[in-house]
Nanobody
């Protein structure tokens, strides 16, 4: 049983930065791969970034590569998404998710993730 709580969203101008945090409950956080997804109103849920359980492997959607950085602090049961050079098209609700599978390639599909946070809103104005 895992609970994920996102925070750090807000409204910024294009070119600005935000740092999202996702705090997890439980003692098994360090065994989960973690991902960030985002969803705009009326749109599909899109993959943003993922990180392996140890933090040794990361993967990014092409749309955010070079601008966003995913990281984790297993001692704090927290995963982060540092978002720089934000664009209006980054506007969405951002969700963190946990994948319980072990020894597999990082997934870009929301179907592979088992636990989800409630989301935090990011609005980027031009």
């Amino acid at each position: 049983q895992v609970q994920l709580v996102e925070s750090g969203g807000g409204s910024v101008q294009a070119g600005g930065s935000l740092r999202l945090s996702c705090a997890a409950s439980g003692r098994t956080f360090s065994t989960y791969a973690m991902g960030w997804f985002r969803q705009a109103p009326g749109k599909e849920r899109d993959f943003v970034a993922a990180i392996s359980s140890s933090g040794g492997i990361t993967y990014y959607a092409d749309s955010v590569k070079g601008r966003f950085t995913i990281s984790r602090d297993n001692a704090k049961n927290t995963v982060y998404l540092q978002m720089n050079s934000l664009k209006p098209e980054d506007t969405a609700d951002y969700y963190c998710a946990a994948d319980r599978r072990r020894g597999v390639v990082l997934s870009t599909s929301w179907l592979e993730y088992d636990y989800w946070g409630q989301g935090t809103q990011v609005t980027v104005s031009s």
